[in-house]
């Protein structure tokens, strides 16, 4: 196939999807005319993640026209109007062609183009514009259109803790080299910041995070578009409000945390009107529980949780276990393990904010000395601001070095390209 490309990928704290609509018809300035398209061309392809074989879902595809784009930005305005909302997005010019990738990743746009089409893709804190020159077919099969790891992750940063490691599920998705089925050090695309006293001195501690390093003028944490922290990290930011407010003004600016299991506590201290953690009953909604009062999970239990059906419709196109075989049940759920003592509990979404809080999996626990299993959520979504906020009960990496996939580990995957 003949055609050439031109990758630049960058990562933003938020991303303008949308663009600003002036109010009346206006003349041509005010809606620049579209570049005259060449022909009426079909792009085709598969978005995946930097491993080349995870498929990303629900990703905004659109071709922009790059004339009407330079013209408005000369003007010092966004392009004409904003497009109708896709389920996955919405292109800044309604005159430009878009799509949503299927839960395979595959895509194909057939539009009237112009004769260097851009190609953009969005998918959560990730974007790609791609150029591609016109077949003389007009059919133009990209094939898999992969994330680049080095772009990408540079505006990643995982917290080590001692009881999880998201890491090594990065790693997994082409984000790092995996030795014995772990991270192997140095060779993370992303930043890795020492939570548990675990690593090489070379690596920054966990506070380096509220501290500003490279002196901007914000402190370092801004430098990333997704935080995770993993269960068992050091705990003595909790004891520090100017750093916790550094952690709530960095999701409320657009930046996105995911913590996992005993890490709950960055999620409530911080956000506690969203999600209503077991424990401290007597307590307002809108105020932080007790430390650790939710830590009342029984060890030794597994579970067969329900998840959410975009979730569960892209669990049915990768592969778990080994050798390779389904994420899903027979009945269509996720076993999942690993469940350590004490692991916190979600009652669920507080009252005020139900419609907020997108659960990604429940099922059926038993917790502080409860003979009957009920069901809650284990893994929960929710906005703050311009960012979002995500918290699993579980742990994600649960046997380091397990040869394949296990079903929580892609949960993760999946959900990296969700926040």
Same mark, same amino acid.
């Given at each position: 196939?003949?055609? =050439?490309?031109? /990758?630049? &990928?960058?990562?933003?704290?938020?991303?303008?999807?949308?663009?600003?609509?002036?109010?009346? %018809? %206006?003349?041509?300035?005010?809606?620049?005319?579209?570049?005259?398209?060449?022909?009426?061309?079909?792009?085709?392809?598969?978005?995946?993640?930097?491993?080349?074989?995870?498929?990303?879902?629900?990703?905004?595809?659109?071709?922009?026209? $790059?004339?009407?784009?330079?013209?408005?930005?000369?003007?010092?305005?966004?392009?004409?109007?904003?497009?109708?909302?896709?389920?996955?997005?919405?292109?800044?010019?309604?005159?430009?062609?878009?799509?949503? =990738?299927?839960?395979?990743?595959?895509? $194909?746009?057939?539009?009237?183009?112009?004769?260097?089409?851009?190609?953009?893709?969005?998918? %959560?804190?990730?974007?790609?514009?791609?150029?591609?020159?016109? =077949?003389?077919?007009? /059919?133009?099969?990209?094939?898999?259109? *992969?994330?680049?790891?080095?772009?990408?992750?540079?505006?990643?940063?995982?917290?080590?803790? $001692?009881?999880?490691? #998201?890491?090594?599920?990065?790693?997994?998705?082409?984000?790092?080299?995996?030795?014995?089925?772990?991270?192997?050090?140095?060779?993370?695309?992303?930043?890795?910041?020492?939570?548990?006293?675990?690593?090489?001195?070379? @690596?920054?501690?966990?506070?380096?995070?509220?501290?500003?390093?490279?002196?901007?003028?914000?402190?370092?944490?801004?430098?990333?578009?997704?935080?995770?922290?993993?269960?068992?990290?050091?705990?003595?930011?909790?004891?520090?409000? /100017?750093?916790?407010? =550094?952690?709530?003004?960095?999701?409320?600016?657009?930046?996105?945390?995911?913590?996992?299991?005993?890490? @709950?506590?960055? *999620?409530?201290?911080?956000?506690?009107?969203?999600?209503?953690?077991?424990?401290?009953?007597?307590?307002?909604?809108?105020?932080?529980?007790?430390?650790?009062?939710?830590?009342?999970?029984?060890?030794?239990? $597994?579970?067969?949780?329900?998840?959410?059906?975009?979730?569960?419709? &892209?669990?049915?196109? +990768?592969?778990?276990?080994?050798?390779?075989?389904?994420?899903?049940?027979?009945? %269509?759920?996720?076993? #999942?393990?690993?469940?350590?003592?004490? &692991?916190? +509990? #979600?009652?669920?979404?507080?009252?005020?904010?139900?419609?907020?809080?997108?659960? &990604?999996?429940?099922?059926?626990?038993?917790?502080?000395?409860?003979?009957?299993? +009920?069901?809650?959520?284990? /893994?929960?979504?929710?906005?703050?601001?311009?960012?979002?906020?995500?918290?699993?009960? @579980?742990?994600?990496?649960?046997?380091?070095?397990?040869?394949?996939?296990?079903?929580?580990?892609?949960?993760?995957?999946?959900?990296?390209?969700?926040?």
């Amino acid at each position: 196939m003949n055609f =050439t490309r031109r /990758t630049a &990928w960058a990562v933003a704290l938020a991303l303008p999807l949308l663009a600003a609509c002036g109010g009346g %018809g %206006g003349d041509g300035d005010d809606n620049p005319a579209p570049e005259t398209p060449a022909s009426t061309a079909t792009i085709s392809g598969r978005l995946v993640a930097p491993d080349s074989q995870t498929p990303i879902a629900n990703a905004l595809v659109y071709v922009e026209d $790059s004339a009407a784009a330079a013209q408005a930005a000369g003007a010092g305005r966004e392009p004409a109007a904003a497009a109708a909302e896709l389920a996955c997005g919405a292109p800044p010019n309604a005159a430009w062609v878009a799509t949503c =990738t299927d839960a395979n990743g595959n895509f $194909s746009l057939k539009a009237a183009v112009p004769a260097a089409p851009t190609l953009v893709v969005v998918k %959560g804190a990730f974007r790609q514009e791609t150029e591609v020159a016109l =077949t003389a077919s007009g /059919t133009i099969e990209l094939g898999a259109v *992969v994330l680049k790891a080095a772009e990408t992750g540079a505006r990643l940063a995982v917290v080590t803790g $001692s009881y999880d490691r #998201i890491q090594d599920v990065l790693a997994k998705l082409g984000y790092g080299e995996l030795e014995g089925g772990r991270l192997k050090l140095s060779t993370e695309k992303f930043a890795l910041y020492d939570g548990d006293s675990t690593l090489p001195d070379t @690596y920054k501690p966990m506070d380096a995070l509220f501290e500003d390093g490279d002196k901007d003028g914000k402190a370092d944490i801004y430098k990333y578009g997704v935080v995770f922290f993993n269960c068992g990290l050091e705990e003595s930011v909790l004891g520090d409000a /100017t750093k916790l407010a =550094t952690l709530k003004a960095y999701v409320e600016a657009g930046g996105r945390l995911y913590a996992s299991d005993l890490a @709950y506590d960055f *999620v409530e201290q911080s956000f506690p009107a969203f999600v209503n953690f077991e424990g401290s009953d007597e307590i307002a909604s809108t105020a932080p529980e007790n430390l650790d009062a939710a830590e009342l999970g029984e060890s030794g239990i $597994s579970v067969e949780a329900s998840v959410d059906p975009a979730l569960a419709a &892209w669990l049915g196109n +990768v592969t778990c276990g080994s050798p390779a075989g389904s994420c899903l049940t027979a009945g %269509g759920k996720v076993h #999942i393990e690993g469940f350590l003592s004490g &692991w916190a +509990v #979600i009652t669920g979404a507080h009252q005020e904010q139900q419609s907020q809080v997108r659960t &990604w999996a429940s099922g059926a626990v038993t917790f502080g000395g409860q003979s009957q299993p +009920v069901v809650r959520p284990l /893994t929960v979504t929710f906005p703050v601001g311009k960012g979002r906020v995500t918290y699993t009960s @579980y742990h994600t990496e649960p046997d380091a070095g397990e040869a394949g996939m296990l079903p929580q580990e892609r949960i993760l995957q999946f959900i990296v390209f969700e926040l």
